[in-house]
């Protein structure tokens, strides 16, 4: 038997899911699963990888081009800037984004720094960005976003407050750039916030569902949330900004008995399988 332990101590503990996933990590797991045929994997290390880097991680979104009678879902317009500063100005004009253009650094590790984003208001500040990272167009969402948390088939949903809408005024006004350390986070919750309905609303359940179904197969994962927004303005118009593998789960609500759903529906698929598989 592989002796894995002395293994998940040195790349496990303290650290979050993504950050785990070294090359020399995959191997040692991959060779535990080889080993171990019985033992379960909820979700392959290299699909994980793919939500490391925020060029890839949308993608899958952006190609499903999700529209039905409950709404349509895209991606904001993005940009990547893997070097030089200098560059921005030019490559955010070619590439015809409008701002405010909100910078998120591009590697999606799980560490504090990578929750970290930064506002720029005007074409001078754009040089003050530090690549690499992926620049999205801001879009205006009554400061609200919605978190909505997958573990298998099941969908929670809540409400976070998020950047304030940005007016025309404000940003013929407004120059620099702006750093949030963290937006978002549980402290920030605006589910029982008195908010104007229809930006509080809830995206569509049916929506939601589908979204998730198909998240799931594009990506190959089970474990995941979604950070959305509704574009201010409209009913219907919903955009998926960012999303995070084995995200902190305990924010969710009844996630003790959502988990343990999740992992007893695991048990008995991989039960019948078996069963099966003896029979033949």
């Known amino acids: 038997m592989l002796p894995i332990w002395p293994f998940v101590r040195r790349y496990v503990l303290g650290t979050s899911p993504t950050q785990q996933i070294g090359k020399e990590w995959r191997l040692i797991l991959e060779e535990y699963r080889l080993g171990h045929p019985d033992v379960t994997v909820l979700d392959p290390p290299d699909a994980i990888l793919h939500l490391r880097n925020r060029q890839s ?10 529209s039905d009678s409950y709404g349509r879902v895209g991606v904001p317009k993005q940009l990547v800037i ?5 560059s921005i100005p030019e490559a955010v004009n070619k590439a015809g984004l409008r701002l405010p253009l909100v910078a998120k650094p591009l590697v999606a590790d799980g560490s504090a720094k990578s929750h970290e984003l930064s506002l720029a208001y005007d074409q001078h ?3 003050k960005l530090e690549p690499p990272l992926v620049l999205q167009e801001f879009v205006n969402h009554g400061g609200v976003l919605f978190k909505v948390y997958i573990v298998g088939e099941a969908i929670r949903v809540v409400r976070r407050f998020s950047l304030p809408d940005v007016s025309r005024r404000e940003l013929s006004k407004a120059a620099g750039v702006f750093h949030f350390p963290r937006v978002s986070c549980a402290a920030a919750s605006a ?6 309905p229809n930006i509080a609303e809830l995206p569509p359940r049916p929506l939601l569902e589908r979204l998730a179904k198909e998240l799931r197969r594009g990506l190959g994962l089970r474990l995941f949330n979604l950070d ?5 303005g ?6 998926v900004i960012d999303i995070n593998y084995f995200p902190g ?20 698929s991989q039960f019948k399988k078996r069963a099966l598989a003896d029979q033949y």
Do not use: W
């Open 82 to 86: 893997k070097r030089d500063a200098s």
């Open 234 to 239: 409209t009913r219907d118009q919903f955009y």
């Open 125 to 127: 500040s754009l040089l």
């Open 57 to 66: 991680m949308l993608q899958c979104v952006a190609d499903m081009n999700l």
């Open 249 to 268: 789960y305990g924010k969710m609500p009844e996630y003790e008995h959502v988990f343990t759903d999740f992992l007893l529906s695991v048990v008995q």
């Open 228 to 232: 959305i927004i509704r574009e201010h």
């Open 191 to 196: 589910d029982d916030a008195d908010l104007d």
